[in-house]
């Protein structure tokens, strides 16, 4: 079993356990992170971010940051490591040296760490790198497209809010983002856009967002504009800006895994530059390399490689706390790297719905000649890809590599007669490589998503590959055969499974017969996968785009009973205090009994006292606060506050708490709880929660979704579906499109009340599905009810249909055993708030049908 595997096994535990930890705040983060926790509905982060994510909190907090040799060793022992770390020793060897002076495999990782012609006589360069590491450091791979620059944000932002929660505790307070090359440096800007707001709780967020600053490193900066010694610092930057200058010494500072020693008699001592030395300055230091294979080479002892020696040196000049390496190519030479300790692999990001499918859809070709080939592709593709479009209506492309700027000549004119011959210009073909012009370079690098270009064909040379996101990008080509080194054929050839949303076409790859087994191999070392699984692979989710199609929806409006705390006498300020209380465990003592054999009353009378020893229990000072504001009705930031001032670390003693109790109590009887209502405006459809967009002249809001594909054939309606299927244009509903029902009655209800409005619209003015909207940043049509075990949850109804007179009907369509009965307690009491305008029902349905009657209920409130 590989590491990876334990951990997520233990991180269950863990979840299971409510994230339990001394620091308690996480479990908060992790619990915002949810709309709906019971239904595991994510805010913001895709599943494997906020897995990722988890794995990541667990090794602070559960394992204490752990080196990665000290987890090997905790989860696995004797020949389990061995086996674990992928040692194979010989027999002989493994006799002599674990056994035969009784030191055991420990022995064994003292000859890896010490003995060089050991480590090369079995190759266990990669294995010394990793385990003796001065610092800790993890690998979380994730397939392509999951998301890593916006797990590197969340980490960073999780960790500077943890360090302003817990200014004493041992997170991390400044953060250094490499990014190989400058094209992945431009993507890694990112960062700065990702919308902490929704990762991290309103309390944590506003502190985090006024302290964080992010930093790029550019071109003809001497140095980075940082305050030396200064914290809540991102500096995102690569190996070429942040540079080890060399002077000559007889001194080595770095022994033993990147250097060959038996071959240095002399080596260089390495001596930061000005950016460094600042960067060296940051204390609670962190450092996160995207796309790891480019910080750890395979053969360090060959090839110095910059990252990792920049790290070295942070290392040694302060406090790094942790190194977060992220990747998609976990895998070398089909071996899981050993510091990987979370894995989303390519075939799940399939079925997730993050990549494209492409099942079906890898086409090798027999040998056959090179003009026939190229022929054959492009026709292939524009028969099946012409009319493709994506939603900002650019068209579908194909890029073909090529080894050599020469083949890439040969071809085009191949290619120009088959576009011409589909009525396509040959302008439409763009060749690029390392001789095109800075404009043309600049223009496939950074522009290549204009919707407004006309390119559809690429013919490339050594471009295209890592860090090049084509979003139109659905078909590639590999035509003679291409250098099986650096991954290059697996790169090039899955440039166009990345996902984009509302898209349910496949992706398609080309292969030639000499390109077939290095593909193969390629996948089988870096993902653990083979062509044959990947060409397999069904796509379980699909991930849908959604827009609003109506800005302009009037509020609702409705009286809502809300209780609060306030003074009997109002002269008493309406401030609950309280004190810390004193209490003293070492005063507790037992009673030592006895039976009064003299007495009247056959009694136990004491005889003798003794002391105990007590071991505390603590609670954590946010559970409590909002315990204390539910109990009592008091402002949960007030009491919190108060707490924190109390109690910095953020823990209470049990005893303390039921003192604290009792205080607020004795206040509380100069106040009394009252019951007010109120009349609140609830805005259906907020569009600044949605992302803004540009069509033209006009602005569009748009978010994305992501379901099984299973329930898009069947739960889920567009509007321009609906159009097309009943031939019937439509003003009502579609607040939003497409909407995603629950159910089949939901939808089936929705067509027949649409269709009844179409024919006689009467004073309806319109009808909204609001069930599938939960996030409060979309939307204030939400109600809040305390289920049966104490626990707040958030509520949207199925339906709200209004009627110009303004009154309104709140439909909930749901199968008797699924009835929330303290769900209908509070929505019936939000109904008799509101009398005259609000009418509460609830149609029940048996299977996947709609009962005749239960619409009639619906219909009749419409015409009565």
Known sequence: MTLNKVLKRKIREWRDNNYESHYSAIREIFEYNFLDIDNQDLRYLRKAQFEALETYWYLRLAENTPHIFDLYKKYFQGEDLLDALNIRLTDKDLIKIAFSNGGGVETIFKKI??????????????????????????????????????????????????????????????????????????????ISDIPYEKILPPRLYKPFISNVKITYTRDGE????????????????????????????????????????????????????QRLQTIASL????????????????????????????????AEKTNVLVVVNTTGTPYFKRQILKDVVYWYGLSQGIKDGILKEVRGNII?????????????????????????????????????????????????????????????????????????????????????????????????????TEGWNCLSLFATALARKLTSSNNFVLQAASRCLRQIPGNKVKAKIYLSKDNVPILDNQLKETYGESLEELNRTPQDFVKERVI?????????????????????????????KFEKPKINLEDIKKDILTPDEFGRRKVLVTIAQEKIKIEPDYTDIYSLAVELANIYRLPLMEIYDKLKELYPDGEILEQEVVDIKRQIEEQIKNYEIVEEVVEQAL?????????????????????????????????????????????????????????????????????????????????????????????????????????????????????????????????????????????????????????????????????DSLGFNEVEKVKKWIYK
């Open 364 to 464: 090798a070709y027999p040998k056959i000649s090179y003009k026939k080939f190229l022929e054959d592709v492009v026709s292939d593709f524009l028969e099946n890809y012409k009319d493709v479009k994506i939603y900002d209506n650019s068209l579908a492309k194909l890029a073909i590599y090529f080894p050599k700027i020469a083949d890439l000549n040969l071809a085009k004119p191949i290619v120009e007669k088959i576009v011409i011959k589909y009525g396509l210009d040959p302008s439409v073909i763009l060749p690029v490589h390392n001789e095109s012009s800075e404009d043309i370079k600049d223009l496939f690098d950074n522009r290549i998503n204009d919707p407004t270009l006309p390119y559809r064909i690429f013919l490339l040379v050594n471009k295209g």
């Open 683 to 847: 805005a259906l459809l907020k569009k600044q929660g949605f992302k803004e967009e540009k069509e033209g002249e006009k602005s569009i809001y748009v978010t994305e979704i992501i379901f099984h594909k299973d329930r898009a054939e069947k739960l889920l309606l567009k509007y321009e579906d609906f159009v097309s299927k009943y031939n019937q244009p439509t003003l009502f509903g579609f607040h939003y499109s497409p909407y995603n029902f629950d159910s089949l009655p939901e939808k089936e209800f929705f067509e027949s009340i649409l269709r009844e409005l179409n024919e006689n619209p009467d004073e309806v003015e319109d009808i909204y599905f609001t069930g599938a909207m939960n996030d409060t940043n979309k939307t204030d049509f939400i109600f809040e009810y305390k289920d049966k075990n104490g626990r707040w949850h958030n509520y949207s109804p199925d339906f709200l249909i209004r009627k110009k007179n303004g009154k309104m009907l709140i439909v909930e369509i749901k199968g008797e055993p699924f009835k929330d009965r303290q769900k209908e307690k509070e929505m019936r009491q939000v109904e008799n708030l509101n009398p005259e305008r609000l009418k509460y029902e609830i149609l029940e349905t048996t299977k």
């Open 548 to 576: 609003v199609r109506k800005t302009g929806i009037p509020p609702v409006v409705l009286k809502k009973k809300i209780r609060k705390v306030i003074p009997k006498d109002l002269k008493f300020k309406p401030f609950i």
């Open 283 to 314: 204390p609670n230091l962190a450092i996160f390399s995207d796309e790891a294979h480019h910080t750890y080479g395979q053969i360090l002892d060959k090839e110095l490689k910059r990252v990792r020696q920049t790290v070295n040196y942070l």
């Open 113 to 190: 760490k010490d003995d060089n012609e050991f480590v090369k006589k079995y190759r266990l360069e990669g294995i010394r790198e990793s385990l003796f590491l001065n610092y800790p450091s993890y690998i979380l791979a994730l397939a392509m497209g999951a998301g890593k620059t916006v797990l590197i944000g969340s980490i960073i932002a999780t960790e500077f809010a943890m360090a302003l929660e817990y200014p004493d505790g041992p997170f991390v307070k400044n953060a250094l983002v490499f990014a190989p090359g400058k094209t992945i440096l431009g993507a890694l800007k990112e």
């Open 222 to 273: 001497k140095d980075i504009p940082v305050i030396k010694g200064s914290n809540f610092n991102v500096i995102v930057t690569n190996t070429e800006k942040i540079r080890i200058q060399k002077q000559t010494i007889t001194k080595n500072l770095l022994q033993g895994v990147l250097f060959n020693e038996e071959k240095e008699d002399e080596i260089k001592e390495t001596v930061a530059n």
